[in-house]
């Protein structure tokens, strides 16, 4: 059986990877958003709208995985980003 050190360091890890995620999600919702705007304005309803739905379902996966980050900083961090994409969201429409 591992030892206690060993899973706090898997913890650590598990956490940290998790939190990579969760930015390259953020990062990648506001890609998708911005190129909403982009198609949008471009008048490329179809490619607006899938773009749309590609940061939507980013955000559905932070929502999904945030509730499992421990770091308080992380977590502030990712909600901010949340609210981030929200308004860029509403550009798009």
Do not use: C, W
């Not at 190129?35 to 179809?46: K, P, V, Y």
């Not at 509730?67 to 550009?91: E, Q």
């Amino acid at each position: 059986m591992p030892a206690p050190e060993q899973f706090d360091e898997l913890r650590t890890t598990s956490e940290r990877l998790l939190v990579d995620f969760l930015e390259n999600e953020v990062r990648l919702g506001s890609t998708f958003l911005e190129l909403a705007a982009t198609e949008r304005e471009l008048g490329n309803m179809q490619h607006s709208h899938q773009a749309r739905y590609d940061a939507e379902e980013a955000v559905n996966s932070i929502r999904r995985f945030l509730v499992r980050v421990n770091d308080p900083r992380a977590k502030s961090f990712h909600r901010a980003g949340l609210r981030g994409t929200g308004a860029i969201h509403r550009r798009t429409e």
